[in-house]
């Protein structure tokens, strides 16, 4: 076995067969490296991603223990909006409304876990199927996770797919609702009308990168693998 996706086959292996039943804790990390003749660090990432997907109870100072009651994620991936507009078979254009850096707003701080009123970029923009709204994008970011992002050229790669490209995350959350046009920065509909928008925070660890609201216009659909 040479990389963490080996390690993580196996352990989900001996998962499945009962071999480290539910509840148990399963060996040191120093330990299964010894076994599968790794560095500690791949046995890490292979444990991290079973655990982020509810198959593995991680606690500091408790180890690591087979979760009582796996429980299966969705996996909603970051679509880069671009490409989800040309699949569709239309022209794809963005507007860059703003950027500006701005102390964040209390709530937007304790979604990314920052002090209040830590400063950040904030863009707004909207992104067009054949000229027509196809998503407003309400974002901030965080400057201190990707320095980079003060030179980055927004007017000609949107936000959504600069940071797809240049800022890895470890991992995130997002929340699906509905909401009535008007209530969001960009008009993309008739006031009143149903909309859909997804709301997601993306981390490198324990350091905030991006919080991002879009707002879809309406018909737009959502996939997810289980």
């Known amino acids: 076995m040479t990389g963490w996706q080996d390690i993580k086959a196996e352990v989900l292996a001996r998962i499945h067969a009962r071999a480290w039943p539910p509840g148990s804790a399963i060996p040191h990390e120093a330990a299964l490296a010894q076994e599968f003749g790794v560095a500690r660090a ?5 444990l991290r991603s079973l655990a982020q997907a ?7 100072k408790a180890g690591t223990r087979v979760a009582l009651h796996p429980v299966r994620k969705a996996t909603l991936s970051i ?21 500006d850096l701005a102390p964040a707003p209390d709530a937007i701080a304790a979604a990314l876990a920052l002090p209040t009123a830590t400063m950040l970029w904030h863009i707004v923009a909207l992104h067009l ?9 309400d974002r901030w970011v965080n400057p201190a996770a990707i320095p980079g ?18 800022a890895p995350f470890t991992h995130g959350d997002f929340t699906i609702a509905a909401a009535r046009a008007g209530a969001g920065p960009v008009p993309i509909a008739p006031c009143g009308a149903a909309l859909l928008t997804v709301t997601r925070t993306t981390w490198d660890g324990f350091r905030p990168i991006t919080w991002v609201r879009l707002t879809f216009a309406q018909g737009h659909q959502i996939r997810a693998a289980l």
């Open 42 to 46: 791949t046995v890490n990432r292979a």
């Open 54 to 60: 509810g198959w593995l109870d991680r606690r500091r």
């Open 79 to 99: 679509p880069i909006l671009r490409a989800e507009v040309t699949a569709l078979g239309h022209a794809y254009a963005h507007r860059l409304l703003s950027r």
């Open 129 to 137: 199927a054949d000229d027509a709204p196809f998503a407003a994008e």
């Open 149 to 166: 992002f003060a030179d980055a050229d927004l007017t000609r790669t949107s936000a959504n797919e600069w940071l797809v490209q240049h």
